[in-house]
């Protein structure tokens, strides 16, 4: 096929390592650097004498990884000092229990907004621990769109206010940090979009995110919590690794670590400070994006978004084209010219090409050129 | 100093990459090879283009690793197909509120015995969540020893039996499956001694372990579930990462697992099967152990076990030299001399020498030369 010989050799050839464009939801695709810094320390860390993954969690050694990791989120975010930082295991998905163990107010009521498959799986484990008041949903849209600030109707007596900034799997982004009207603690996951873009802090109570889009690889989840949801989560009585409270006294070496993770995201930090940080993070995502979705928007119908324009995610780009055939086909050619992972989740269907932070501009190049050939060739 | 160069040339300099003996109590040494083979496949695994890092925990490539991750742990530990074997997040520390939450009967008490720091812990994160019996404790003489079988006073209404089979801190084993008299699910914290010797599989219903110390690095916990435990927890309606019958339905791919720590554990996995399998790990430990409880033994009084001698772990050796100041000279020539991490844990002081599978039996024979050489310059 003449399409495949010509793109590799603008694109493909050009990655190290015989490596391949990564479309993948997460776990995805991590800085060459990153790796390639990880690989020459693993016998031996720094002259240390022995691997990251042997070190004891309470040693110097892994101490100063540990403490340099959190002062590399803190600076990125611009996190105060009265904020807690934490590293904790179970991924986002452990949080969508801790959140209503952490913070839920007896008597009140947590309020949840529910714009696709995250937000709706956190009201399934929140309403297992407690009454929940859904504010807000775009099922009837079958989750197309994220709602204006005015948009959810809270209850009466709010606990919380829930927010998914970025359907991983709809590609539905806020693309702002929303201002919801009643002044209580708003919880964030921000997994699929944290540090893809310069952002309001004060805006949230409590971020969390898996690491494995945006931060570094799975098995380990950054929670960033205000000085008043670190009062909430203070009075509570909760097991060890349930607790918030005990996570942030011990700067998240209440139990083992996931060592490794956290120092993974600690080079993976160092590479987002060292590229320009969260403005040029923000300027790769809207390059790669508009790509993509400029084909999208200029294929006369061949390619259908499934994001309403306005809430059209830069990270995560679901789109199908005229039927599932054509679908299959394009998935089957992607993959032969060195594009993996751009199948679709079954619960959309069509495809996804998730590009985060890490995710080279020349693979949304390589991708925008296939699409529109592969419109000409099949329209 | 003489002695430092004399032992350098008989076991230090053969240790490859630089690498020192690593004494740590977890997360603890791995094998050579397994790192080699982690650090050759880093930035692109048996050419699939990606780092195992980087992988969809939905792909193909990824689902290959992680059951044949979980194959090999059933192989090795002759693991029936009706058991279940989970990996999770969250460390050993997880389960102690994850075993009440999923295996506790509505008006029945679990029965704890107490034999040092991680018993302790464990009962603290129960009575979080309902009343527990203390069946036994050795507390009154600083967690020096195990119950026999028929010590522990159950009480009559018996959830299920929880012990230790191996304190890490205070050295303490049962070296034996006990046969506890009521017949009630069994639950083993068996973190620091899994994988160490055969064991009779039929003792137990859940048996829980933190990776990093005899099967891989932190970041992931493995659990072995009876057709029993998975039965009771089977009628739990808990938040999806707290559930033992989601991740068993879902072969721990209800979330994005620790795909790394998996991995790691997968090639640990093989390298314990192709170094000769369980026989072969106990008797390395027997090797170990002995070579370091047989100077303590003949050291006239001037090295002073903790734990006694009928309970003498094989993992983790906690002594003491006659004073604290001697145990501080002690620690700083060991570290000279590199033997790293050898300090005793806070709560029981003086030295702790962990050996695990992957720990080199010169490196015993190294500290055991050192022993020697140590009593006689400061007896």
Same mark, same amino acid.
């Given at each position: /096929?003449?399409?495949?010989? *010509? ?26 650097? =990153? ?5 020459? +320390?693993?016998?031996?860390? $720094?002259?240390? !004498?022995?691997?990251? /993954?042997? /070190? ?20 990125? &975010? ?25 913070? *839920? ?10 714009? %696709?498959?995250? %937000? ?21 849209? #079958? ?12 209850? +009466? ?8 900034? #970025?359907?991983?799997?709809?590609? =539905?982004?806020?693309?702002? +940090? ?22 309001? &802090? ?7 995110? !898996?690491?494995?889009? #945006? ?9 960033? &919590? ?45 590479? =987002?400070?060292?590229? !320009?940080?969260?403005?040029?993070? *923000? ?21 259908? %978004? ?20 054509? +679908? ?10 060195? /594009? ?7 619960? =959309? ?13 020349? %693979? ?11 419109? $000409?060739?099949?329209?």
């Amino acid at each position: /096929m003449g399409y495949h010989q *010509a793109v590799k050799g603008t694109h493909l050839e050009a990655l190290p390592y015989g490596r391949v464009y990564n479309f993948s939801a997460g776990p995805g695709t991590l800085p060459v650097e =990153v790796l390639e810094e990880a690989r020459d +320390d693993l016998l031996n860390y $720094k002259g240390c !004498g022995m691997s990251v /993954m042997e /070190m004891s969690h309470r040693s110097k050694d892994y101490e100063a990884i540990h403490y340099e990791t959190i002062r590399s989120l803190r600076t990125i &975010l611009n996190i105060p000092d009265d904020w807690g930082v934490l590293f904790l295991q179970g991924g986002a998905s452990l949080q969508n229990a801790m959140v209503p163990m952490n913070l *839920a107010i007896e008597g009140k009521t947590p309020n949840y907004i529910d714009t %696709g498959t995250w %937000g709706h799986k956190s009201i399934g484990d929140a309403k297992k621990l407690g009454p929940v008041h859904i504010a807000w949903t775009s099922e009837p849209s #079958n989750f197309d769109h994220a709602p204006e600030d005015d948009e959810p109707n809270f209850s +009466d007596d709010v606990s919380y206010i829930y927010f998914t900034s #970025n359907e991983t799997i709809q590609g =539905v982004d806020y693309l702002r +940090d929303p201002k919801f009207a009643p002044d209580v603690p708003v919880v964030c996951d921000m997994s699929s979009n944290i540090l893809s873009r310069p952002m309001d &802090l004060g805006r949230y109570d409590v971020i969390f995110a !898996g690491a494995q889009k #945006n931060q570094g690889p799975a098995g380990v989840a950054t929670v960033i &919590l205000s000085p008043r949801a670190l009062e909430i989560a203070s009075q509570k009585d909760l097991p060890l690794m349930l607790s918030w409270k005990k996570a942030h006294e011990a700067d998240s070496i209440h139990n083992t670590p996931p060592c490794w993770a956290i120092y993974m995201c600690g080079l993976y930090y160092k590479w =987002v400070i060292k590229e !320009g940080g969260l403005d040029e993070m *923000a300027r790769r995502a809207e390059k790669r994006s508009s790509l993509i979705y400029d084909v999208i928007d200029q294929s006369e119908g061949f390619y259908i %978004g499934h994001a309403q324009k306005k809430n059209r995610s830069k990270m995560n780009i679901s789109f199908r084209t005229v039927n599932e055939e054509l +679908d299959k086909k394009f998935i089957q050619e992607a993959e032969a010219n060195g /594009m993996k992972t751009i199948a679709g989740h079954r619960s =959309v269907g069509g495809m996804r090409a998730s590009m985060y932070n890490a995710f080279p501009v020349s %693979g949304a190049e390589l991708l925008a050129e296939f699409m529109k050939d592969f419109a $000409k060739r099949n329209a």
